[in-house]
């Protein structure tokens, strides 16, 4: 019985976790006037580096339409452009505007500062443990997402909304 309750604990200390990253993200994507979607493409970008509008699909799990509209938004608010890939001029890239990334950088800074005080806590050791977690638990949580699409029935239905045979 003392493991279940420590697996149930574990699973809940987990979930809280999970569920405070995701609030970080819609908060600073709320506070820089993005949406939750924006806000994570923008990331994607500044890791990965300039992206085609299909690599950018992919990654969001966004239809290449919305991934469109998407670039559209972000270019005209001045944190993307397109360019033209320079080892094929016919491929379109999306990369990072000139010094478009500040604002989102200082809107980040608390947890940044935060995360750095609470690893600072640990050993080297631990965190290097920690990090070899988080290289491996990313790409887990991205394949996860693409079976969670993958078995999600289109269209997807919101809450709240009825389905259209109802309207």
Known sequence: ????????????????YLDAVGLHGMAGAEAVGLQATEWYAL??????????????????????GATTRLIDRLESAGYVRRAADPADRRRLRVEPAADSFPALEETAAPAHRRITELLERYTPEQRALLFDYFSRAAPAYRAAA?????????PHRRPGRKPSSAR
């Open 146 to 154: 693409e079976e969670v699409r993958a078995a999600a029935t289109p």
């Open 43 to 64: 990331s994607v970008i500044s890791v990965e580096g300039p992206l085609t509008p299909g690599e950018l699909a992919v990654r969001t799990g966004l239809t290449t």
């Open 1 to 16: 019985m003392a493991d279940d309750d420590a697996s149930t604990d574990a699973h809940l200390v987990f979930r809280q």
